[in-house]
């Protein structure tokens, strides 16, 4: 168990896409922390399950509904927000994910696999993939950035992904989104340094969850030939867990840790990134 950080203990952070796998438990091991928590989801019923479960462990949180890619909804999560605690000092943006509509079919051109090829992929699924991967985190940045302004320590936290560095095959949109928000990340940095508001990113490596076990496991539990491929790749030979995120979560997120750190994306990733595969 990770030792408490006291110095979070009473403060704020907005969670978008807080019902999700990693997102929950990222919400979760800060409220345990003593940080009030805002999750933002599309469906509020969703996020209510974590508010709950983090309220019966003695935490405090909310649920607001909130689309990252709406402006006005995600105003309406910031009054919401500072009504009920009064301040925002650290944002995690978490919301992303895949649509079949943005991933082709084959991992190379001219395989003779059936479906989606490259000149397949539909444009308006391609924009929405790419959007709920980098235009939400800009969007919920800055509608959330005034308030983390006026925190005496405030920190950004974008999730980004393996695929930003060398992109993996089949998710072309997911994989350019996931490379601007490791150039965003930066950008922000640089932008607010002087102002005191730290930017920084997570790039978690290959982890188990509910949305790609279908893709990474048979149906009896062995690896699929693309999860074959993950493990090949990752010297640590498994795939992370939620929990391993979060040690990386809190060092970023409080500063009396990372006070001098800001515009890196951290691999946690078991060795991925390292492994040239020779
Ligand atoms: N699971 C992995 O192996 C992995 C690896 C690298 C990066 N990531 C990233 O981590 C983050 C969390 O992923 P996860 O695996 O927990 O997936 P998840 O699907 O469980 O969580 C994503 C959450 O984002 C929400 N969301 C999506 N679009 C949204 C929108 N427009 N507005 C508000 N909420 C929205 C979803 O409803 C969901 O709750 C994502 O950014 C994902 O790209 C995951």
Redesign the pocket.
Known sequence: MIPIHENLTGRVAVI??G?????SKMARELARHGVKIAI???TAE?GQQVADTISRSGGTAISIA????DRSSLMNAREKIIETFGRVDLLIN????NHPDAITAPEKYGEGVEGNSFFDLDENGFSQVFS??FT?TFLASQVFGKTLLQAEAPAILN????SSYAPMTKVPAYSAAKASINNFTMWMAVHFAEAGLRVNAIA????L????RDLLLNEDGSLTARSNKIITATPMKRF?QPEDLLGTMLWLADESYSGFVTGITVPVDGGFMAYSGV
């Open positions: 978008t896409g019902s999700g796998v990693l997102c933002l989801n599309r969703k909130a689309d990252v890619l978490g919301a992303g994910g709920s991967n939400g999730v980004s992904s393996m978690p490596g290959f982890f969850t509910k949305q790609n992370g």
